[in-house]
Structures are given as structure tokens and as C-alpha cells.
Nanobody
Framework: VQLQASGGGLVQAGGSLRLSCAAS????????MGWFRQAPGKEREFVSA????????YYADSVKGRFTISREDAKNTVYLQMNSLKPEDTAVYYC???????????????WGQGTLVTVSS
């Protein structure tokens, strides 16, 4: 599976962005899809994940209520809608695919290249 993340950019605090992650290859619907982020000087951290059924979703406490993950298997794409953005959301955002749900980066087998989100105060 190859993943391509897009949709990052510069936004003011309180604004919104929608990230997309397009997957190539077969069996996209079998994968748990996750979003992670990494700020400068910090470790990569879990943001959100969505299971195969597109119903069960998981969020880091820091983004709960502001971010929404979704997937569209017909388009092999997973989305992360980010609202009420804060300067501390500034990071490179990565999408990843796994055969099981995990909040740790090591649990994911495939990674996209990352897209930069910058939130100005």
C-alpha cells in the first residue's frame, strides 16, 4: 500500500483544514487507517484512527471534539477534518495503514510522506 497525504497549509487559529490521504493498491478497506503528527523536536504522536467498518473511530484527547476522521473506501481515501485549530496543532501530519488498531507508530506498516500544518496565533 502506498499512501499520499495532502491538504496541509497555513491557517489562523480557530480555522479549519481537511487533510486527505489517498491509497494505492488493493484491499484498502481491510486496513485500519491512522493519522499521526510530529512537531519539531517532539516524537510522533497518535492523532486519530478509523477501523475497517468506518464506524469505530478513535482520537487523542488533545483533538477530541475538534477533529473528525472518515474514510471513503470507494475512493481509497481517508480524511481528517480539523476544526478550531490551535497553534499547538502545528506539525507534520502523517497518514498510516495497519492491519490492526494501535495508537503506537510502530503498529503501522505503511506511511505517507507527511503534510505540514501550520497554525498561526
Amino acid at each position: 500500500v502506498q499512501l499520499q497525504a495532502s491538504g496541509g497549509g497555513l491557517v489562523q487559529a480557530g480555522g479549519s483544514l481537511r487533510l486527505s490521504c489517498a491509497a494505492s493498491g488493493r484491499s484498502f478497506s481491510r486496513y485500519v487507517m491512522g493519522w499521526f503528527r510530529q512537531a519539531p523536536g517532539k516524537e510522533r504522536e497518535f492523532v486519530s484512527a478509523i477501523l475497517w467498518d468506518a464506524v469505530r473511530t478513535y482520537y487523542a484527547d488533545s483533538v477530541k471534539g475538534r477533529f473528525t476522521i472518515s474514510r471513503e473506501d470507494a475512493k481509497n481515501t481517508v480524511y481528517l477534518q480539523m476544526n478550531s485549530l490551535k497553534p499547538e496543532d502545528t506539525a507534520v501530519y502523517y497518514c498510516a495503514a495497519s492491519t490492526r488498531y494501535d495508537r503506537a507508530p510502530r503498529g503501522y506498516d505503511y506511511w505517507g510522506q507527511g503534510t505540514l500544518v501550520t497554525v498561526s496565533s
